[in-house]
């Protein structure tokens, strides 16, 4: 089963207490006793003074130290006034028992179980644990002298009982404060594990939606430590991930269409490409074969006007194609400058549809004088309006075509009016979409492709513009209108 990390950060955070706490309170107790033992000793140090200096004012007067009286009783007296003290005695240089608090030991030799070194005292004396008949003793030692020469000691014993009775207050108001902090830790280290666990809880929950698929998943930052710099990277990878996501989402419709295009032209291959070849092929079998000659010369020329028409057919055909892939594979780029829209709408018919009106009998006029100054790119108008141009002059059979230009607002406009079949509803809405044409268009325009107006399309939207088809119906003729900004923003730089 696995611990929840908020578990592991406390069990962690209370060890470290505790080691924390069991090193502070050794050492707490080993600097406090040491504090305690030391100034007992002290203290018993200075009671000791006080008959080390009646002991020696009794040498000066020529007692000898076997001869002074009263001692016992002296040294009696000390142990029954201060419990520090526990036994007192005095020993000669050879360590020999001569008075003590307890005269059973006089005249006995002492002889110390254990022990360690001795230290000294702020006045000079000496002091030094004793085990002596079994018992552990604190034992300070002052020298006596006569004549200022040592002749013996005077020996306080401190009972270790006084040092732990002066101890434990001191014991028990650190255990109070040792269970105050244990206490305080383990709030602290649940708290301290809930502000660690609850980030990475928050981080692992958005893994997990991130892992479903929703890249919008965000972990949030509530610390300003590393962990919020962790959530602040999670969040980043998601964003790139969603980006990366995003694009690869993008990159798989275009594989989509670049497949539907392929489809498409296998289509138009299928169908359209196979038509004038046909035509070009059984009319060239005439010429293999020989039966060409056999023909009447009106015979011959419906032969070659048919082979030209299959082939104008299949020329438009390729270029369309061409034209098309140009434009779904984003290579088409805008390259703006400033000209005259009237100067270039003249130009497009006078060179390359003057005749090709007159000679169909088909009336154009146009009403370009309010046509402005347009900053945009000259080839792709130019391929706009030729090919406006061209599909009235096909699809009106005798009539009139009528192109107007002029500025609303920031554009400029383009208006191209005929006479001619018209389109139905249903025509119109699907107009300007790759491989649509007219119900009627093949039986007029047999050399159409259904992709003129596509491309027408996608040039308009590249210049940030837009173009919309009108008619009342079959026979009642068609309106297209464009419009252009007349100062282009390179919003869009290419056509994808």
Do not use: C
């Amino acid at each position: 089963m696995r611990t929840p990390i908020r578990t592991k950060i406390t069990l962690f955070t209370l060890s470290i207490v505790f080691i924390t706490i069991t090193a502070s309170a050794l050492f707490s107790v080993y600097y406090f006793r040491s504090n305690i033992i030391t100034a007992t000793e002290d203290q018993v140090a200075a009671v000791g003074r006080t008959t080390q200096a009646d002991i020696e004012d009794s040498l000066t007067l020529g007692f000898s130290i076997e001869e002074l009286a009263g001692v016992n009783e002296r040294l009696g007296y000390l142990t029954n006034s201060y419990k520090e003290v526990g036994e007192v005695y005095v020993t000669d240089t050879s360590e020999k028992i001569i008075f003590s608090s307890d005269q059973g030991r006089i005249g006995s030799k002492i002889t110390y179980g254990g022990g360690d070194e001795a230290k000294i005292l702020g006045d000079g004396s000496l002091a030094r644990q004793i085990i002596l008949d079994g018992q552990v003793y604190h034992e300070v030692s002052i020298d006596i002298h006569k004549n200022g020469s040592p002749v013996g000691r005077l020996k306080l014993n401190i009972p270790d009982g006084v040092v732990a009775e002066k101890t434990l207050p001191m014991a028990e108001v650190f255990l109070v404060f040792a269970l105050l902090s244990l206490i305080g830790s383990i709030v602290s280290a649940y708290i301290m594990g809930g502000r660690i666990s609850k980030p990475i809880t928050d981080l692992e929950a958005a893994a997990v939606v991130m892992a479903k698929g929703n890249f919008s998943a965000k972990a949030t930052k509530t610390t300003d430590d590393e962990i919020g710099d962790l959530s602040i990277t999670f969040n980043w990878m998601a964003e790139e991930i969603k980006k990366n996501q995003e694009k690869l989402e993008q990159n798989i419709i275009e594989l989509r269409n670049l497949l539907e295009l392929k489809n498409e032209f296998l289509h138009i291959i299928d169908h359209q490409l196979r038509t004038p070849l046909s035509v070009m092929r059984g009319y060239l079998e005439f010429w293999r074969t020989g039966q060409y000659q056999k023909f009447t010369p009106e015979k011959q020329e419906d032969i070659k006007h048919k082979i030209i028409t299959a082939t104008d057919q299949l020329s438009s055909i390729i270029h369309s194609m061409i034209d098309a892939l140009e434009v779904e594979g984003g290579r088409l780029e805008v390259k703006p400058s400033e000209f005259s829209l009237g100067d270039l709408i003249r130009e497009i018919y006078e060179v390359d549809f003057a005749d090709k009106y007159n000679n169909k009998g088909v009336s154009f006029s146009s009403d370009i004088t309010e046509a402005p100054q347009v900053f945009s790119d000259k080839s792709y108008l130019t391929a706009i309006i030729t090919n406006l141009i061209d599909n009235a002059l096909k699809y009106t059979p005798a009539g009139e075509v009528i192109l107007r230009s002029y500025t609303e607002g920031p554009n400029a406009v383009i208006e191209i009016a005929d006479s001619g079949v018209g389109l139905s509803e249903g025509d119109v809405a699907g107009l300007f979409r790759k491989f649509v044409r007219g119900k009627d268009a093949p039986k007029i325009s047999p050399t159409g492709s259904g992709i003129g107006l596509y491309i027408v399309r996608r040039m308009i939207d590249a210049l940030n513009g837009s173009i919309q088809a009108y008619s009342k119906g079959r026979n009642q003729g068609s309106l297209f209108v464009v419009k252009i900004p007349t100062k282009h923003e390179n919003t869009k730089s290419a056509i994808r």
